[in-house]
């Protein structure tokens, strides 16, 4: 088939790339001319474990090209898909202006019959809006939903291998191509679920609210480990053995980040008001997350007394590894509050150091961002580790002591992934997330 994917961000990228992949002719569309230029001069502009060698396999090959447009022949396009950004407005709600522009200009360049497919994440009725705004074309429209699942850091495997395929079309016509278009992802068995377009668009919402509601109640309850001298890796091992409530998503830290948990939960609670109905778990859980993340930085405050003139060194900081996303990550604000404060804050993560510095600029704030993760401790008062990359499972605790400063340094696990006693036995201080010092590791894992 051929097919256009309008926005060439983590998800629009990953969905064009693959479908090349499967054997598409594909162009990706996005209105930022510097990404576009880019893309066609071999950089891939973001980090995402396995994309760059996919996309230049199937640049090569012809299947996949980059364009600020929609030319021929892709004005003769079967599919559109639209993956283009649905940031927070300031109500809280989703901004879909994006997604009417894309939509506006396939209507005014479609030149057959097609699908719409909405792959972004939008409020439920947002298909219905692009169907009435499509309907002026020339040709025949229809317009699906189509919401995307995969997770940043893992999104060419999950696109390859998905969990489910949530689509939500009215007519037979459209459910025909789909399956169809995604037939190759399902030949060791069916991972369709085919409903209504309004229902697929709450599917979206209502999954990621309730991943966000796990990861919340976890740290809710970090917090009163915390207090009470519970360990919350046994409170989870506990909890997760019971098989209705499974062990997957109950990790303690620093709050959820990202592109999507933050805005997601916030958009579905803010449907809910504009609906009359008030979703008080999504609530709770977007509250419960604004009070880790001050309890990561109280945590730090505390241990060192005042922050005012230390050096604070941060270790992961995109908001989750395999990702060079920083959108809404822990360590931005976790910094922004201790350059606040009058800390001086250093840093070192294996992809998210430019996007980092770049963010905090936007804070108009400036910090050091290391090459090597041991350089950025050089001198600092403690050590955050805030993203739970590979390459900082097993460090070398001694060496930490060593280049870190005082007698008996800081160090703050926000992931729980080191051990505490071993971190102990170096001569550091440790401070887990609802994890007793005395604690021997993470067990269970
Ligand atoms: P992104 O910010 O990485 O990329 C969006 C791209 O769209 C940008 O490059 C932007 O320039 C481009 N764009 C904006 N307006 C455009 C237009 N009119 N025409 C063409 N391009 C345009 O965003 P993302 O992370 O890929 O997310 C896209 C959507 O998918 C959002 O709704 C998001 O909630 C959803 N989603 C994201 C993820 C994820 O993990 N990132 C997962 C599932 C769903």
Request: a neutral charge; charged letters at 25%.
């Amino acid at each position: 088939m051929r097919l256009v994917a309008f926005g060439a961000g983590y998800v629009g990228l990953v969905t064009g790339t693959g479908m090349a992949e499967l054997g598409h002719e594909v162009l990706c569309v996005d209105i930022d001319p510097d990404k576009i230029q880019r893309l066609n001069d071999g950089v891939v502009p973001i980090y995402e474990p396995g994309l760059t060698d996919l996309i230049r396999r199937n640049e090569r090959s012809g299947r996949l090209r980059f364009s600020i447009e929609v030319a021929p022949p892709f004005d003769e396009a079967d599919v559109y898909f639209i993956a283009v950004g649905t940031p927070p407005t300031d109500g809280g709600g989703a901004d879909t202006r994006a997604v009417m522009a894309a939509a506006d200009q396939i209507a005014r360049t479609a030149k057959r019959k097609a699908l719409v497919a909405i792959k972004s994440t939008v409020p439920v009725g947002t298909c219905d809006a692009v169907q009435e705004r499509v309907n002026r074309a020339k040709v025949p429209l229809e317009v699906v939903s189509n919401p995307e699942f995969l997770k940043e850091g893992a999104a060419v495997s999950d696109f390859f291998r998905p969990d489910r395929i949530v689509m939500g079309a009215r007519t037979e016509e459209a459910r025909q191509i789909l399956r169809r278009l995604y037939a190759p992802l399902q030949l060791s068995g069916e991972r369709l679920v085919i409903t209504d377009p309004r229902s697929s668009e709450l599917v979206k919402y209502a999954s990621n609210t309730m991943l966000a509601m796990r990861v919340s109640f976890m740290n809710e309850l970090s917090r009163l480990c915390h207090v009470t001298g519970a360990d919350i890796h046994a409170v989870r091992l506990g909890v997760g053995s019971d098989s209705r409530i499974g062990n997957r998503f109950l990790y303690a830290g620093p709050g959820y980040g990202g592109s999507c948990f933050p805005k997601d939960v916030q958009a579905l609670a803010h449907l809910g008001k504009t609906h009359g109905v008030a979703m008080r778990l999504a609530e709770a859980t977007h509250a419960a997350n604004e009070e880790q993340a001050a309890f990561v930085t109280q945590l730090v405050e505390e241990a060192l007394g005042t922050v005012s003139g230390k050096t604070v060194a941060l270790w992961g900081l995109a908001f989750k590894p395999e990702t060079d996303d920083v959108r809404e990550s822990p360590a931005v604000k976790l910094a922004a509050v201790l350059l606040a404060h009058g800390a001086t804050v250093v840093g070192h993560d294996p992809e998210a150091g430019p996007n980092f510095t770049r963010a905090l600029e936007a804070h108009q704030a400036s910090v050091t961002v290391h090459d090597r993760e041991y350089d950025a401790l050089d001198g600092a008062d403690a050590l955050v580790l805030l993203t739970e990359w590979r390459s900082y499972r097993a460090p070398n605790f001694a060496e930490i002591k060593r280049r870190l400063r005082g007698a008996r340094p800081l160090v703050v696990d926000a992931r729980n992934i080191w051990a505490p006693r071993e971190i102990e036995a170096e001569g550091l201080r440790y401070q887990g997330i609802g994890v007793p010092p005395q604690a021997a590791s993470r067990k269970g894992d």
